[in-house]
């Protein structure tokens, strides 16, 4: 079943143009809201959580930053914007601007923008319709609905131009960053006399050619002898070095797990360059990324993914091979997740904050992308179909959408579980993030 222009519901009367509520705008309520933000951070920093707040502000950043590309290009269209709210569920706190109301509801689970007739199932009044989402031209439709993951690959292209700017553009090549510390015992990194800023450039003779060549030769090379082409001040060493099983080994408290380690904490190496190449090496490293994290995403909703992370539920032994060794299996990351990684980046440096901060705008844009409402991805898909239908001289075809609800709803229901996996994996195992 579609709706024409002709089948459309009963108008409704128009919204209210008058602001909101006077206590909404009461300056006692925004006291309140501030003092509420200042004892939540006053918690998360006495129970030792600053960075997870840290990475929750972020996460709340960016996701608004993505709701603001819808807000944008929807005013610019002409379509009618009744809302933009940081939250879901009670309004804590509002004001209005024109047409629009901006404001913080109370349940800190993202946030959105409303804009009139989104759906063809919407009803909207008479008045408003000319500017409903459904009515704008199907390019418009396609810009505003795609423009919160394009928001999302803008975020990770200005970050990439930081990163570039600030550390070089990304080899193929490896610094160490640090020479790890085993429980009884020399690492394999220490007896070849491996020293923390030299570059690993080689193994046997085989130069890198992706981020994970190095873990690649090594991860199953155990008790192997390797010959490594180092750089050291300029000049170029070969050390050799024997990896060990890293079963049984103990790293600040963490089990390593059943495969070959060196000991050696590494960075990707990196190299200048000038301000005319910049955004090149930029684009060059979000690619990578999203190269690298489209796979993960693919890998992590595939049968074998969907039944590798039941095998991490149902087994602590596996899970935590998986949190000692990330390539061993996929694996989603919650927002508990997010900043234990966080942390571990931080002390990596910023060049690795920088990274993972990328690396999350990336599969955000990825995830809203994907063709299922009610992502973005669903609507540009639904735009889509709708214009493919519509005949020249006939009313705009609209898809019933209606129709589409049983998929989505075990769509999000496999979204759920995967979150819920994600954020019980992330506390009982969290991620050990080492080479």
Request: hydrophobic content about 45%.
């Amino acid at each position: 079943m579609t709706l024409t222009e002709k089948e459309a519901p009963p108008a409704r009367p128009p919204l209210a143009e008058s602001g909101p509520a006077p206590e909404d705008n009461n300056p006692t309520r925004v006291i309140q809201l501030l003092v509420a933000l200042a004892l939540i951070t006053a918690v998360f920093l006495a129970l030792g959580w600053g960075y997870l707040l840290l990475f929750i502000a972020i996460l709340f950043a960016i996701v608004m930053l993505h709701e603001f590309g819808h807000f944008i290009t929807a005013k610019r269209s002409g379509m009618k914007v009744t809302e933009y709210f940081v939250g879901f569920g009670p309004r804590l706190w509002s004001v209005r601007r024109g047409e629009t109301e901006y404001g913080v509801k109370a349940i800190p689970a993202g946030g959105y923008v409303r804009i009139v007739g989104f759906t063809s199932t919407e009803e909207v009044s008479e008045e408003d319709e000319p500017r409903a989402y459904r009515q704008q031209p199907f390019h418009q439709r396609i810009i505003v609905a795609s423009a919160g993951s394009a928001m999302h690959l803008l975020i990770a292209l200005v970050l990439a131009l930081v990163l570039v700017f600030t550390f070089g553009k990304t080899t193929n090549n490896y610094n160490v960053a640090a020479l790890e510390h085993w429980q009884g015992r020399t690492t394999p990194a220490a007896l070849a006399g491996l020293r923390v800023g030299d570059t690993i450039v080689s193994v046997d003779g085989k130069s890198f050619t992706n981020p994970d060549s190095m873990t690649n030769a090594i991860k199953d090379s155990s008790g192997q002898s390797l010959n490594l082409g180092v750089e050291r001040d300029g000049k170029l060493i070969h050390l050799t070095a024997t990896p060990v099983n890293g079963k049984g080994i103990t790293v600040d408290g963490t089990k390593l797990a059943n495969r070959a380690y060196l000991g050696v904490d590494i960075d990707t190496a990196t190299a200048s360059v000038s301000p005319l190449d910049a955004p090149g090496a930029a684009l060059t490293t979000m690619w990578q990324l999203t190269d690298e994290e489209a796979r993960g995403i693919g890998s992590l909703f595939s049968p074998s993914g969907l039944s590798g992370l039941w095998h991490q539920l149902s087994s602590p032994k596996y899970a935590q091979s998986v949190a000692n060794n990330p390539n061993l299996a996929p694996r989603a990351s919650s927002i508990v997740g997010i900043a234990n990684i966080g942390a571990q980046a931080e002390q990596a440096g910023l060049a690795s904050i920088l990274l993972l901060l990328i690396a999350i705008n990336i599969v955000f844009a990825i995830l809203n992308m994907l063709p299922m409402i009610p992502l973005d991805g669903g609507h540009v898909a639904v735009a889509g179909y709708e214009w493919i239908r519509t005949k020249r001289g006939q009313a705009y075809y609209r898809a019933d959408i209606t129709k589409l609800f049983p998929v989505a709803g075990v769509f999000l229901a496999i979204l759920a579980l995967i979150s819920l996996s994600a954020f019980y994996l992330d506390i009982t195992h969290p991620l050990h993030l080492t080479h």
